[in-house]
């Protein structure tokens, strides 16, 4: 294997945090608002808002390294 993959590689995981919350947080707290029918601040669509709660926490969870 190549050093190019093995570094690419580590980097994605060292953001890890970051990934889960825009792929995986985002996406359920946009669900979970929608389902619970909590209106959206400014008219934005559930997925930005769950995009801006995902990218925050998991900005929070990478600089501390929890996620509580």
Do not use: D, H, N
Request: glycine letters at 14%; a positive charge; aromatic letters at 16%.
């Amino acid at each position: 294997m190549s050093t190019a993959f093995f570094s690419t590689l580590k980097f994605l995981f060292s953001i890890g945090p970051l990934l889960f919350g825009i792929g995986f947080m985002a996406p359920v707290m946009a669900e979970l608002m929608t389902v619970a029918g909590i209106t959206q601040p400014f008219g934005f669509a559930p997925i930005t808002v769950g995009l801006a709660i995902g990218i925050g926490w998991g900005s929070y969870a990478l600089v501390r390294g929890s996620w509580i």
